[in-house]
Protein backbone atom coordinates (compact mmCIF):
# COMPACT_ATOMS: atom_id res chain seq x y z
CA UNK A 1 0.00 0.00 0.00
CA UNK A 2 2.23 2.35 0.85
CA UNK A 3 4.70 1.57 -2.08
CA UNK A 4 1.84 1.76 -4.01
CA UNK A 5 1.39 5.20 -2.75
CA UNK A 6 4.74 5.94 -3.18
CA UNK A 7 4.59 5.35 -7.00
CA UNK A 8 1.53 7.28 -7.53
CA UNK A 9 3.62 10.62 -5.94
CA UNK A 10 6.26 9.89 -8.12
CA UNK A 11 4.40 8.98 -10.99
CA UNK A 12 2.27 12.82 -10.48
CA UNK A 13 6.02 14.61 -9.55
CA UNK A 14 7.42 13.50 -13.09
CA UNK A 15 4.01 14.38 -15.19
CA UNK A 16 3.79 17.68 -12.96
CA UNK A 17 7.63 18.01 -14.12
CA UNK A 18 6.98 17.04 -18.52
CA UNK A 19 3.97 19.55 -17.63
CA UNK A 20 6.03 22.41 -16.71
CA UNK A 21 8.81 21.28 -19.16
CA UNK A 22 6.93 21.25 -22.21
CA UNK A 23 5.17 24.98 -21.39
CA UNK A 24 8.63 25.94 -21.39
CA UNK A 25 9.38 24.13 -24.91
CA UNK A 26 6.58 25.73 -26.30
CA UNK A 27 6.99 28.79 -25.08
CA UNK A 28 10.91 28.78 -26.74
CA UNK A 29 9.13 27.72 -30.08
CA UNK A 30 6.87 30.99 -29.74
CA UNK A 31 9.46 32.72 -29.62
CA UNK A 32 10.52 32.61 -33.21
CA UNK A 33 7.08 33.10 -33.93
CA UNK A 34 5.18 36.29 -31.96
CA UNK A 35 1.40 35.47 -31.68
CA UNK A 36 -0.71 38.06 -33.24
CA UNK A 37 -3.18 38.54 -31.09
CA UNK A 38 -5.96 41.28 -30.74
CA UNK A 39 -4.96 42.87 -34.15
CA UNK A 40 -6.57 46.09 -34.73
CA UNK A 41 -6.91 47.69 -38.25
CA UNK A 42 -8.37 51.01 -39.00
CA UNK A 43 -11.86 49.17 -40.40
CA UNK A 44 -12.59 46.33 -39.33
CA UNK A 45 -10.99 44.70 -35.66
CA UNK A 46 -10.54 40.66 -35.33
CA UNK A 47 -12.58 40.05 -31.56
CA UNK A 48 -12.33 36.81 -30.78
CA UNK A 49 -11.90 33.29 -30.14
CA UNK A 50 -8.19 33.75 -29.41
CA UNK A 51 -7.60 30.40 -28.41
CA UNK A 52 -9.36 27.19 -29.80
CA UNK A 53 -9.30 23.69 -28.59
CA UNK A 54 -10.48 21.03 -31.47
CA UNK A 55 -10.68 17.03 -31.53
CA UNK A 56 -7.81 16.43 -34.18
CA UNK A 57 -8.84 15.47 -37.74
CA UNK A 58 -12.33 16.08 -37.13
CA UNK A 59 -14.00 19.27 -39.04
CA UNK A 60 -15.18 21.11 -36.09
CA UNK A 61 -17.14 24.23 -36.12
CA UNK A 62 -15.27 27.85 -35.05
CA UNK A 63 -17.18 31.36 -34.94
CA UNK A 64 -15.17 33.94 -35.37
CA UNK A 65 -16.59 37.31 -34.62
CA UNK A 66 -15.28 40.81 -36.01
CA UNK A 67 -16.46 44.60 -35.48
CA UNK A 68 -16.15 47.29 -38.34
CA UNK A 69 -15.94 50.71 -37.26
CA UNK A 70 -18.38 53.05 -36.57
CA UNK A 71 -19.81 54.66 -39.90
CA UNK A 72 -18.47 52.32 -42.16
CA UNK A 73 -19.67 49.15 -44.27
CA UNK A 74 -17.88 46.62 -45.84
CA UNK A 75 -19.21 44.46 -48.67
CA UNK A 76 -21.09 41.00 -47.72
CA UNK A 77 -19.41 37.79 -49.38
CA UNK A 78 -21.79 38.00 -52.32
CA UNK A 79 -22.49 41.32 -53.12
CA UNK A 80 -24.95 41.89 -55.78
CA UNK A 81 -22.73 44.11 -58.22
CA UNK A 82 -19.75 41.56 -59.98
CA UNK A 83 -17.14 45.04 -59.75
CA UNK A 84 -17.60 45.10 -55.49
CA UNK A 85 -14.95 43.14 -53.92
CA UNK A 86 -16.35 40.54 -51.75
CA UNK A 87 -15.17 39.70 -47.81
CA UNK A 88 -13.04 36.10 -47.74
CA UNK A 89 -11.95 34.15 -45.18
CA UNK A 90 -9.28 31.86 -45.65
CA UNK A 91 -6.24 30.07 -43.70
CA UNK A 92 -3.31 29.72 -44.95
CA UNK A 93 -2.31 26.13 -46.48
CA UNK A 94 0.78 24.92 -44.68
CA UNK A 95 -0.79 26.24 -41.05
CA UNK A 96 -1.68 22.51 -40.01
CA UNK A 97 -5.40 23.34 -39.73
CA UNK A 98 -7.68 23.67 -43.13
CA UNK A 99 -10.78 25.25 -43.41
CA UNK A 100 -13.41 22.36 -44.30
CA UNK A 101 -16.19 25.18 -44.89
CA UNK A 102 -17.53 29.12 -44.51
CA UNK A 103 -20.69 30.29 -43.81
CA UNK A 104 -21.09 34.36 -44.28
CA UNK A 105 -23.88 36.09 -42.98
CA UNK A 106 -25.91 37.37 -45.60
CA UNK A 107 -25.65 41.07 -44.85
CA UNK A 108 -27.73 44.04 -45.37
CA UNK A 109 -29.35 46.54 -47.19
CA UNK A 110 -27.67 49.71 -47.58
CA UNK A 111 -28.04 52.42 -50.10
CA UNK A 112 -25.69 55.24 -50.49
CA UNK A 113 -27.24 58.73 -50.44
CA UNK A 114 -26.19 59.68 -53.41
CA UNK A 115 -27.34 56.69 -55.65
CA UNK A 116 -30.99 55.74 -54.09
CA UNK A 117 -31.47 52.96 -56.64
CA UNK A 118 -28.76 51.11 -56.16
CA UNK A 119 -29.45 48.04 -52.80
CA UNK A 120 -25.56 47.22 -51.93
CA UNK A 121 -25.80 43.99 -49.42
CA UNK A 122 -23.20 44.96 -46.61
CA UNK A 123 -21.52 43.90 -43.52
CA UNK A 124 -21.73 46.89 -40.86
CA UNK A 125 -21.24 46.98 -37.20
CA UNK A 126 -20.23 43.48 -35.69
CA UNK A 127 -20.61 40.13 -37.60
CA UNK A 128 -19.48 36.75 -37.42
CA UNK A 129 -18.37 33.85 -39.55
CA UNK A 130 -19.20 30.78 -38.82
CA UNK A 131 -16.85 28.24 -40.00
CA UNK A 132 -15.79 24.45 -39.70
CA UNK A 133 -12.27 23.76 -38.90
CA UNK A 134 -9.74 20.32 -39.62
CA UNK A 135 -6.98 20.65 -37.04
CA UNK A 136 -4.03 18.29 -36.91
CA UNK A 137 -2.80 16.90 -34.05
CA UNK A 138 -0.76 19.83 -31.54
CA UNK A 139 -0.51 23.54 -31.27
CA UNK A 140 -1.01 25.59 -34.38
CA UNK A 141 -0.57 29.26 -34.25
CA UNK A 142 -2.81 30.17 -37.44
CA UNK A 143 -2.43 33.70 -39.03
CA UNK A 144 -5.85 33.29 -41.03
CA UNK A 145 -6.71 36.31 -43.33
CA UNK A 146 -9.88 38.14 -44.14
CA UNK A 147 -10.25 40.09 -46.87
CA UNK A 148 -12.09 43.19 -47.23
CA UNK A 149 -12.80 46.13 -48.75
CA UNK A 150 -14.38 49.07 -46.80
CA UNK A 151 -16.40 52.01 -47.64
CA UNK A 152 -18.29 54.57 -45.71
CA UNK A 153 -21.36 56.95 -47.41
CA UNK A 154 -19.32 58.55 -49.49
CA UNK A 155 -15.96 57.35 -50.27
CA UNK A 156 -13.64 54.11 -50.31
CA UNK A 157 -10.97 52.30 -49.13
CA UNK A 158 -8.86 50.52 -51.21
CA UNK A 159 -9.26 46.40 -50.55
CA UNK A 160 -7.18 45.12 -47.31
CA UNK A 161 -6.31 41.87 -45.95
CA UNK A 162 -5.91 41.81 -42.03
CA UNK A 163 -4.48 39.17 -39.86
CA UNK A 164 -6.74 36.67 -37.87
CA UNK A 165 -4.56 35.24 -35.33
CA UNK A 166 -5.93 31.77 -33.78
CA UNK A 167 -4.13 29.60 -31.80
CA UNK A 168 -5.95 26.12 -32.61
CA UNK A 169 -5.18 22.88 -30.28
CA UNK A 170 -5.42 19.87 -31.86
CA UNK A 171 -5.94 17.30 -29.27
CA UNK B 1 1.79 11.21 11.29
CA UNK B 2 5.40 12.13 9.35
CA UNK B 3 4.11 9.94 6.49
CA UNK B 4 1.25 11.57 6.12
CA UNK B 5 2.93 14.99 6.46
CA UNK B 6 5.16 13.94 3.59
CA UNK B 7 2.23 12.98 1.59
CA UNK B 8 0.53 16.53 2.03
CA UNK B 9 3.83 18.58 1.29
CA UNK B 10 4.41 16.23 -2.08
CA UNK B 11 0.49 17.22 -2.73
CA UNK B 12 0.82 20.71 -2.50
CA UNK B 13 3.80 20.46 -4.19
CA UNK B 14 2.46 19.20 -7.55
CA UNK B 15 -0.28 21.17 -6.98
CA UNK B 16 1.78 24.54 -6.97
CA UNK B 17 3.94 23.13 -10.07
CA UNK B 18 0.92 22.75 -11.84
CA UNK B 19 -0.55 26.52 -10.52
CA UNK B 20 2.97 27.68 -11.65
CA UNK B 21 3.12 25.65 -15.37
CA UNK B 22 -0.67 27.52 -15.81
CA UNK B 23 0.18 30.98 -14.80
CA UNK B 24 3.51 30.80 -16.92
CA UNK B 25 1.75 30.01 -19.75
CA UNK B 26 -1.24 32.38 -19.04
CA UNK B 27 1.48 35.03 -19.17
CA UNK B 28 3.66 33.98 -22.08
CA UNK B 29 0.45 34.81 -24.08
CA UNK B 30 -0.38 37.80 -22.46
CA UNK B 31 2.79 39.36 -23.15
CA UNK B 32 2.71 37.82 -26.93
CA UNK B 33 -0.55 39.23 -27.74
CA UNK B 34 0.45 42.96 -25.87
CA UNK B 35 3.54 42.64 -28.55
CA UNK B 36 1.46 41.73 -31.39
CA UNK B 37 -0.68 44.84 -30.84
CA UNK B 38 2.11 46.69 -30.36
CA UNK B 39 3.16 45.57 -33.87
CA UNK B 40 -0.28 45.78 -35.75
CA UNK B 41 -0.84 49.39 -34.25
CA UNK B 42 1.44 51.41 -36.98
CA UNK B 43 -0.14 54.60 -37.75
CA UNK B 44 -2.20 54.60 -40.60
CA UNK B 45 -3.85 57.42 -42.24
CA UNK B 46 -8.00 56.56 -41.97
CA UNK B 47 -10.39 59.09 -43.50
CA UNK B 48 -12.80 60.58 -40.66
CA UNK B 49 -15.53 61.01 -43.46
CA UNK B 50 -15.42 61.62 -47.01
CA UNK B 51 -14.88 65.38 -47.56
CA UNK B 52 -12.10 65.93 -44.98
CA UNK B 53 -8.63 66.75 -46.50
CA UNK B 54 -6.29 64.02 -44.79
CA UNK B 55 -3.48 66.05 -43.78
CA UNK B 56 -0.70 64.55 -46.73
CA UNK B 57 -3.53 65.23 -49.56
CA UNK B 58 -4.08 68.99 -47.74
CA UNK B 59 -0.47 69.73 -48.21
CA UNK B 60 -1.03 69.52 -52.66
CA UNK B 61 -2.84 72.62 -52.05
CA UNK B 62 -1.58 75.91 -53.11
CA UNK B 63 2.09 73.86 -54.84
CA UNK B 64 2.34 72.64 -58.39
CA UNK B 65 0.69 69.51 -58.96
CA UNK B 66 3.26 66.57 -59.18
CA UNK B 67 4.35 65.46 -62.53
CA UNK B 68 3.38 62.02 -63.69
CA UNK B 69 4.15 59.62 -66.54
CA UNK B 70 1.98 56.99 -66.88
CA UNK B 71 -0.11 54.56 -69.29
CA UNK B 72 -3.54 54.76 -70.90
CA UNK B 73 -5.84 51.41 -71.88
CA UNK B 74 -4.12 51.31 -75.40
CA UNK B 75 -0.36 51.41 -73.97
CA UNK B 76 0.27 55.13 -74.60
CA UNK B 77 2.70 56.88 -72.28
CA UNK B 78 0.79 60.08 -71.10
CA UNK B 79 2.10 62.77 -68.74
CA UNK B 80 1.29 65.85 -67.19
CA UNK B 81 3.21 67.82 -68.59
CA UNK B 82 1.31 67.31 -71.92
CA UNK B 83 -2.04 69.21 -70.22
CA UNK B 84 0.07 72.24 -69.35
CA UNK B 85 -1.69 75.30 -69.47
CA UNK B 86 -5.01 73.29 -69.09
CA UNK B 87 -7.29 73.89 -65.78
CA UNK B 88 -7.51 70.05 -64.94
CA UNK B 89 -9.38 67.93 -62.75
CA UNK B 90 -6.85 64.78 -61.54
CA UNK B 91 -9.37 62.44 -60.75
CA UNK B 92 -8.48 59.38 -58.54
CA UNK B 93 -10.86 56.07 -58.73
CA UNK B 94 -11.06 52.86 -58.87
CA UNK B 95 -13.36 49.86 -60.34
CA UNK B 96 -14.39 48.47 -57.60
CA UNK B 97 -15.42 51.83 -55.69
CA UNK B 98 -19.25 52.53 -55.39
CA UNK B 99 -19.21 56.25 -55.11
CA UNK B 100 -16.75 56.87 -58.01
CA UNK B 101 -19.27 55.30 -60.17
CA UNK B 102 -21.69 57.58 -58.71
CA UNK B 103 -19.66 60.10 -59.31
CA UNK B 104 -18.77 58.97 -62.79
CA UNK B 105 -21.85 60.22 -65.27
CA UNK B 106 -21.26 64.02 -63.06
CA UNK B 107 -17.68 64.07 -64.71
CA UNK B 108 -18.85 63.29 -68.24
CA UNK B 109 -21.28 66.30 -67.89
CA UNK B 110 -18.92 68.25 -66.06
CA UNK B 111 -16.43 67.74 -69.16
CA UNK B 112 -19.05 68.44 -71.96
CA UNK B 113 -19.88 71.58 -69.87
CA UNK B 114 -16.67 73.12 -68.91
CA UNK B 115 -14.52 71.73 -71.85
CA UNK B 116 -15.11 74.44 -74.01
CA UNK B 117 -13.15 76.24 -71.64
CA UNK B 118 -10.24 74.57 -72.11
CA UNK B 119 -11.25 72.39 -68.64
CA UNK B 120 -10.12 68.47 -69.06
CA UNK B 121 -10.36 65.96 -67.14
CA UNK B 122 -8.09 63.43 -66.49
CA UNK B 123 -9.04 59.75 -64.38
CA UNK B 124 -6.37 57.77 -63.23
CA UNK B 125 -7.28 54.59 -62.17
CA UNK B 126 -6.00 53.61 -58.39
CA UNK B 127 -7.07 49.59 -57.52
CA UNK B 128 -4.95 49.26 -54.52
CA UNK B 129 -3.75 46.08 -55.47
CA UNK B 130 0.20 46.35 -55.45
CA UNK B 131 0.54 44.94 -58.45
CA UNK B 132 4.56 44.48 -59.11
CA UNK B 133 5.98 45.06 -62.70
CA UNK B 134 6.13 41.76 -63.68
CA UNK B 135 2.90 40.65 -63.35
CA UNK B 136 1.76 39.87 -66.74
CA UNK B 137 -1.34 38.37 -65.38
CA UNK B 138 -2.17 40.65 -62.86
CA UNK B 139 -1.83 43.99 -65.20
CA UNK B 140 -3.88 42.33 -67.88
CA UNK B 141 -6.94 41.82 -65.23
CA UNK B 142 -6.67 45.31 -64.16
CA UNK B 143 -6.62 46.46 -67.42
CA UNK B 144 -9.82 44.52 -68.50
CA UNK B 145 -11.52 45.59 -65.28
CA UNK B 146 -10.57 48.71 -65.80
CA UNK B 147 -11.70 48.73 -69.90
CA UNK B 148 -15.02 47.25 -68.90
CA UNK B 149 -16.02 50.05 -66.20
CA UNK B 150 -14.64 52.59 -69.23
CA UNK B 151 -16.94 51.25 -71.68
CA UNK B 152 -20.06 50.44 -69.54
CA UNK B 153 -19.68 54.41 -67.85
CA UNK B 154 -19.13 55.80 -70.95
CA UNK B 155 -16.42 57.82 -70.07
CA UNK B 156 -14.79 59.90 -72.66
CA UNK B 157 -11.80 61.85 -71.13
CA UNK B 158 -8.48 60.33 -70.75
CA UNK B 159 -8.44 57.34 -68.46
CA UNK B 160 -4.50 56.38 -66.87
CA UNK B 161 -3.52 52.99 -64.86
CA UNK B 162 -1.50 52.41 -62.25
CA UNK B 163 -2.16 55.56 -60.03
CA UNK B 164 -0.88 53.58 -57.29
CA UNK B 165 2.64 54.25 -58.05
CA UNK B 166 1.47 58.31 -57.21
CA UNK B 167 0.47 57.65 -53.60
CA UNK B 168 3.75 59.06 -52.59
CA UNK B 169 3.50 62.21 -54.41
CA UNK B 170 -0.38 62.75 -53.90
CA UNK B 171 -0.50 62.19 -50.31
CA UNK B 172 -1.55 58.46 -50.08
CA UNK B 173 -4.22 58.28 -52.32
CA UNK B 174 -6.01 55.81 -49.39
CA UNK B 175 -9.45 57.56 -50.09
CA UNK B 176 -11.87 56.74 -53.58
CA UNK B 177 -12.62 58.84 -55.24
CA UNK B 178 -9.44 61.55 -54.55
CA UNK B 179 -10.29 64.64 -57.39
CA UNK B 180 -7.31 67.28 -57.35
CA UNK B 181 -8.23 70.58 -58.83
CA UNK B 182 -5.42 72.17 -60.75
CA UNK B 183 -5.22 75.50 -62.39
CA UNK B 184 -4.13 76.69 -65.54
CA UNK B 185 -0.48 77.02 -64.11
CA UNK B 186 0.02 73.62 -62.96
CA UNK B 187 -0.69 74.83 -59.64
CA UNK B 188 -3.67 72.85 -57.18
CA UNK B 189 -6.44 75.20 -56.08
CA UNK B 190 -8.35 72.42 -54.28
CA UNK B 191 -8.36 68.83 -52.98
CA UNK B 192 -11.52 66.83 -51.90
CA UNK B 193 -11.59 63.59 -50.55
CA UNK B 194 -14.97 61.44 -51.49
CA UNK B 195 -17.84 62.50 -53.64
CA UNK B 196 -20.22 65.63 -52.65
CA UNK B 197 -22.39 66.91 -55.50
CA UNK B 198 -22.11 68.01 -58.92
CA UNK B 199 -22.40 71.29 -57.96
CA UNK B 200 -19.18 71.14 -55.35
CA UNK B 201 -17.16 69.84 -58.32
CA UNK B 202 -18.79 72.76 -60.86
CA UNK B 203 -17.69 75.04 -58.03
CA UNK B 204 -14.16 73.72 -57.95
CA UNK B 205 -13.35 73.74 -61.47
CA UNK B 206 -14.50 77.43 -61.72
CA UNK B 207 -12.05 78.19 -59.19
CA UNK B 208 -9.37 76.03 -61.23
CA UNK B 209 -10.56 78.16 -64.79
CA UNK B 210 -10.48 81.57 -62.67
CA UNK B 211 -7.61 81.18 -60.64
CA UNK B 212 -4.74 80.66 -63.51
CA UNK B 213 -6.45 83.28 -65.91
Not at chain 1, 125 to 152: M, N, S, W
Not at chain 2, 153 to 180: A, E, F, H
Request: charged share 20%; net charge negative; with cysteine.
Amino acid sequence: MDLARIRLICAAICASLALSGSASCAQDGLMEKPHKSLLRTEAVEYLYPEQVTLPAGKSSPVTLHFRIQPNLHINSHTPREQYLIPTVFSIPESSGVRLADATYPAGADFTLPADPNEKLLVYSGDFAIETKIVATPGDHLVEAKLRYQACDQNACMPPKTITVPIDVIGK
Amino acid sequence: MKRNTIVIGITLLILATFAWAGWANWEYRKQAAERALAAASHAELVPATAGDVSAEASRLTGNPAPDFTLQDLSGASVSLTSFKGKPLLINFWATWCGPCKIETPWLIELQNEYGPKGFQIIGISTEGNDLKPDDKDGWAHDKAAIAKFVKEQRMQYPVLINGDSLVGKYGGLDVMPTSVYVDRNGKVVAVQLGISSKEDMAAHIEKAIASGS
